[in-house]
């Protein structure tokens, strides 16, 4: 690995005006950026370590949601009595991710910045638009089995990993983000953006942005009740999802009254499945209605050679899961 130098962030204003300095890189659980590190993916000069920084707390927001600080660690989050109760899908997708290990050093502003597990990325001898941008994507005609099945470009087929933002995009909130110049909200759906033809762009966030906080928007009772996260992975631990989905359902004299659908593994972020939703709502809480919200959204898909797979595995998963949330009241 290159030498670096590092350096801990006592506040947030210290750690913008340090990543101004060209080569500076911010560091959180270091689980994912280590790693990109030690295989020439990232070469910083100089880290910033904002784990540090007093950003770890779990709060009640104004308006019924949730506020979490962006160094609070994802076991911490999984364990939280507030989100266990009030947003179980989300407990359930991050206890889905890594190992227990991983989960105690991982933040959550870094769970949402990690980067892409495509191989072409993470190996420097190849080419790669999102590594290298206007070197090409091998893995539109190579190795394409898990990449992307929605959204993606001729730039890049990449999928983002993170199963935690795909339980957020289904619950909805947003970003605090601190910068050069100064202090924003990033809605969520809405961190993540689609590859275009800037693939070395994984989020909206600008150069030097640093996240503090991530909150969720309230999820109404009923639709947290019946709500859950579903990864489907080639091995049963410490392996990234295949096709995930995240739920949440509101059933009333057998209708759908509300829902919230996310799918992960499919995009360059994870996927709000708007048109899924729009179909759901109002109709017979039945597996007929499910496979007619599976199928209105996976319309949208482009499968490549090599993950076709993919779209009745999404499918299936969706219609399983949602099945299984509104067993005992359709
Ligand atoms: C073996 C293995 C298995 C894994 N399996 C899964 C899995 O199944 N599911 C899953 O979801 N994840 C999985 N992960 C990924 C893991 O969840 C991430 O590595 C972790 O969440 C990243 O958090 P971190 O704090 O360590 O980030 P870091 O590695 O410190 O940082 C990641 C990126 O975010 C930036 N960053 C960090 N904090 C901030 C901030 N506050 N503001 C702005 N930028 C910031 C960094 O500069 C870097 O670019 C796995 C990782 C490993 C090594
Ligand atoms: S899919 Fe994206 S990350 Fe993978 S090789 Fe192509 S450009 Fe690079």
Partial sequence: MRPFAYERATDAAGAVAAIAQPGTMYLGGGTNLVDLMKLGVETPERLVDVSGLPYDRIEDAPGGGLRIGAAVRNSDLAADRAVRERYPLLARALLSGASGQLRNVATIGGNLLQRTRCAYFQDVSKPCNKRRPGSGCPAREGDHRNLAIL???????????????????????????????????????????????????????????????????????????????????????????????????????????????ALGAVAHGPWRAWRAEESLRGAPATEASFAAAADAELAQAEPLRDNAFKVPLARNLLVATLAELCEEVA
């Fill in 151 to 261: 959204g993606h470009s001729q730039a890049c087929v990449a999928t983002h990993p993170s199963d935690m933002a795909v339980a957020v995009a289904a619950i909805g909130g947003e970003v605090h983000v601190t910068g050069p110049d100064g202090e924003r909200t990033i809605p969520i759906p809405g961190l993540h953006r689609l590859p275009g033809d800037e693939p070395q762009r994984d989020t909206v966030l600008e150069p030097g942005e640093l996240v503090t906080a991530l909150e969720l928007e309230p999820l109404a009772p009923g639709l947290a009740a019946r709500s859950t996260y579903r990864k489907v992975r080639d091995r049963a631990s410490f392996s990234f999802a295949v096709v995930s989905v995240a739920a949440a359902v509101e059933v009333a004299d057998g209708t759908v009254r509300d829902c919230r659908i």
